[in-house]
């Protein structure tokens, strides 16, 4: 039972041009989401996040969206750049289940020069 | 200086064996957790240890056992290996037991032959 969605398993973009990546989810008690960017044998390293009772949040070339009548987030990047190619993960934290991160399948984005 | 650091980075093994990871955190974390990443790259949490204090425990084989020697190390025991057990395994840590922000490590990936 997958409860935090990325149904885009890939996407690739041209520099300087916008990345979106999508995220649902349906357990409606996530209190939490993040997101997690990850370079090959390396950890997931922790990106920005998004209170649920918030629809955005920004920082820098990042901005979160949250749509939670759809239960829907959405990461913006902007510009795009080459190093910002990895794969990028949406988690969902469920405080009450103990701090629980449910992640979803990962996006793995490719930022060409 | 390494924040979450997990030995050994690569493990290969033969079915029947017993292994162990070993995480430390140098962040002076309360929290800590162990998660596993399959072969359809979804990271999934095992366990959670606050102040030594086992608060997750997932649907997981009692073969795993997670051991807390203090809040700083969370190492993870892993009985009888199967086949099925090949995967990386991801150590993380957080502030406290309500931190959403989790700081991972580099992971483990275990190969059982």
């Known amino acids: 039972d997958q409860q935090v969605k990325q149904n885009s398993p890939s996407l690739s973009v041209q520099e300087g041009r916008i990345s979106i990546l999508n995220c649902d989810y349906t357990?409606?008690?996530?209190?939490?989401f993040l997101w997690y960017k990850k370079y090959p044998a390396e950890g997931p390293t922790f990106l920005i996040s998004?209170?649920?009772?918030?629809d955005k949040n920004e920082d820098g070339r990042f901005t979160v969206f949250l749509n939670k009548s759809a239960k829907h987030l959405s990461l913006h990047i902007v510009p795009s750049q080459p190093g910002d190619s990895a794969v990028y993960f949406c988690?969902?934290?469920?405080?009450?289940?103990?701090?629980?991160?449910?992640f979803g399948g990962g996006t793995r984005v490719l930022v060409k020069p | 200086d390494t924040a979450v650091s997990q030995t050994p980075k690569y493990l290969v093994t033969q079915m029947g064996n017993d292994k162990s990871i070993k995480c430390e955190q140098n962040?002076?974390?309360?929290?800590m957790y162990w998660y596993k990443q399959d072969s359809k790259k979804f990271l999934k949490i095992m366990f959670s240890?606050?102040?030594?204090?086992?608060?997750i425990n997932e649907t997981v084989p009692n073969r795993f056992s997670p051991k807390s020697p203090d809040k700083a190390h969370l190492n993870l025991h892993i009985n009888s290996l199967e086949l099925g057990d090949s995967a990386v395994y991801f150590c993380?840590?957080?502030?406290?037991?309500?931190?959403?922000?989790?700081?991972f490590g580099p992971g483990t990936r275990l190969t059982v032959t």
């Open positions: 993380a840590s957080s502030m406290s037991r309500s931190s959403y922000e989790q700081y």
């Open positions: 357990n409606s008690m996530f209190d939490y």
């Open positions: 998004i209170s649920s009772i918030k």
């Open positions: 988690a969902a934290r469920d405080l009450r289940a103990g701090n629980k991160l449910t």
């Open positions: 962040l002076g974390h309360d929290t």
């Open positions: 240890y606050n102040n030594k204090e086992l608060i």
